[in-house]
């Protein structure tokens, strides 16, 4: 991990950006608001549904990510995929 970290090459692994989990990112108040326009109530007793949560009662993923982040954790250390770079490439 520390080499890779540092910049040095290490065949097979790379680095790539790590997520948390996805949170809103208005106020409750406007979040249940949202709801209410798509008639769904996703009010919790002094807070709101999470992003997922709204979604399996039917708010539209497009309306909840546009609610919704999902904050960078960090990075963490994976299998390097050499397709990934060809990709890059090919576009």
């Given at each position: 991990k520390s080499l890779v970290k540092r910049g040095a090459t290490v065949p097979?692994?790379?680095y790539?950006?790590?997520?948390?989990?996805e949170k809103w990112a208005k106020p409750v108040k406007e979040?249940?608001?949202m709801g209410q326009l798509c008639k769904i109530d996703i009010a919790k007793p002094q807070d709101a549904l999470t992003p997922k949560q709204a979604r399996d009662a039917g708010?539209?993923?497009d309306v909840?990510?546009?609610?919704?982040?999902?904050?960078?954790?960090?990075i963490k250390l994976v299998p390097d995929n050499a397709n990934r770079i060809k990709e890059a490439f090919s576009k």
């Open positions: 097979g692994w790379a790539e950006d790590a997520y948390g989990r979040v249940v608001a708010v539209p993923d909840v990510r546009a609610y919704s982040m999902t904050p960078r954790a960090g």
